[in-house]
C-alpha cells in the first residue's frame, strides 16, 4: 500500500515538471517569435539602406536577400551584388556578400565576400580578385562607426594585361586609444606581396615584398569622420602621426622606421621626425651595383649607413622643417606638399 504522503510527492514532482515545462515552451515560443519578427526588421533596415544609396545615384542589384542564423544570429546573405558608382566613376560586382550580426548585440557586425569581385575604374581599367577568408568586423558606439577590422587568408588580383598581384594575410585594424578615444590607433600590414614586375627605378628590390608591419597612432585621428575630407581634417585639428615601430621587408631592402609627432605645417609639407634604421646594408649595396641609382651619392649614403648602423639599436633621424628634410642639420632633400 502507497502512503498518502508518498502519492502527494509524486503528484507535486509531477506538476513541478509540468510546470517547467510549459515555461520552456513558452519561452522558446516567445523568443522564436522575437526572432522572426526581428529578421524582419533586420531586413528592412538592409533594403532601406540600399535604397538610400539609390537616391543618392548608386545603381544597386542584387538577388533577394534571404535572412537565417536562427536561433542565436541573423545571416543576411546577399548574393550576386553590384554596384555602378554615379556618373560611372567606378563599378564593383561579387558573388556573395553575407553579413552576421548576434540576435542580442546590434552594434557588431561582421561581413564575409567569399568568392571572385570584379572591380572597373577610369584609371584602373577592369580587376578582377579572387578572395579566400575575407573578413570585415564592424563595432558601432552610441551609432558610430567605433572599431574597424580587415582580414583576409589571401587576395589575388588580374588585370586587363593578364598580370596577377598576390596578397598574403592582409590585415587592418582600426580602433580608438584606449588612453584617448579621439586617437586613432591603426594596425596595418600584411605577409607577403607578389608584384606582378618589379617597379621602375628599383628593379633591384624584386617582386616579392613582405612582411610589413605598421602600428600607427593618429593623434586626434577619430575626429576624421566629422569633416568633408582629409585636408580640411588636417588643417583644423593639426593631427601628429606616431609609429612604435614600421618594419618593411622587400627584397634585400630591409628597413625599419620610427616616427615622432609627425604632422604637416601650414603649407601641407611634413614636419616633425622620422627615424630609419636599415639591416643587411651589405646586401642592399650589392643589388644596388648594377642599378642607375647606384651612384656616388648613393654610395656615399650606404657608406654612412653600414658606419651609422653597427648595431641594432642604432637608427637614423631625419627631421623635417621649413620645407626641407634634414640629417645632423644639414638639408639632404626638399619637400613637396603632400596635397
Not at 504522503?5 to 522558446?28: H, N, P, R, S
Not at 598580370?163 to 594575410?169: M, Y
Not at 609627432?261 to 646586401?283: F, T, W
Not at 637614423?316 to 626641407?324: A, H, Y
Amino acid at each position: 500500500m502507497f502512503s498518502n504522503d508518498g502519492m502527494q510527492k509524486t503528484t507535486g514532482k509531477k506538476k513541478a515538471y509540468i510546470t517547467l515545462f510549459i515555461v520552456i515552451i513558452l519561452a522558446v515560443t516567445a523568443y522564436s517569435a522575437y526572432w522572426f519578427i526581428a529578421s524582419k526588421e533586420v531586413k528592412k533596415v538592409v533594403l532601406k539602406s540600399i535604397e538610400d544609396q539609390r537616391k543618392v545615384g548608386y545603381q544597386v542589384e542584387h538577388y533577394p536577400i534571404k535572412i537565417s542564423g536562427y536561433p542565436y544570429r541573423f545571416i543576411v546573405d546577399i548574393e550576386k551584388p553590384s554596384v555602378i558608382a554615379p556618373e560611372n566613376q567606378w563599378s564593383w560586382q561579387a558573388e556573395k556578400v553575407q553579413l552576421v550580426m548576434q540576435s542580442y548585440n546590434f552594434s557588431h557586425y561582421i561581413g564575409f565576400a567569399p568568392g571572385n569581385h570584379s572591380l572597373t575604374t577610369s584609371k584602373l581599367g577592369t580587376i578582377t580578385a579572387d578572395t579566400d577568408g575575407l573578413k570585415a568586423s564592424l563595432k558601432l558606439k552610441k551609432g558610430d562607426v567605433n572599431q574597424i577590422s580587415i582580414v583576409a587568408n589571401s587576395l589575388i588580383a588580374t588585370d586587363e594585361n593578364n598580370q596577377t598581384t598576390r596578397l598574403d594575410k592582409p590585415n587592418l585594424h582600426i580602433a580608438p586609444m584606449p588612453e584617448d578615444q579621439n586617437d586613432m590607433r591603426i594596425l596595418v600590414g600584411f605577409d607577403f606581396l607578389q608584384l606582378p614586375t618589379p617597379l621602375p627605378d628599383v628593379e633591384f628590390l624584386g617582386t616579392d615584398v613582405g612582411p610589413v608591419s605598421a602600428p600607427i597612432v593618429i593623434k586626434k585621428g577619430m575626429k576624421l569622420p566629422d569633416y568633408e575630407d582629409f585636408p580640411t581634417f588636417a588643417s583644423m585639428e593639426n593631427p601628429q602621426i606616431i609609429s612604435p615601430l614600421t618594419q618593411i621587408k622587400w627584397g634585400t631592402l630591409d628597413l625599419k622606421l620610427k616616427t615622432k609627432k609627425l604632422s604637416l605645417d601650414y603649407n601641407n609639407m611634413l614636419k616633425g621626425e622620422l627615424s630609419l634604421r636599415l639591416d643587411d646594408v651589405q646586401a642592399l649595396e650589392n643589388a644596388m651595383s648594377g642599378s642607375p641609382l647606384f651612384n656616388e651619392q648613393s654610395q656615399m649614403a650606404l657608406m654612412a649607413a653600414k658606419a651609422t648602423f653597427n648595431n641594432e639599436e642604432t637608427f637614423m633621424p631625419i627631421q623635417f622643417s621649413d620645407g626641407q628634410a634634414k640629417f645632423l642639420n644639414q638639408k639632404i632633400a626638399d619637400l613637396e606638399p603632400i596635397y
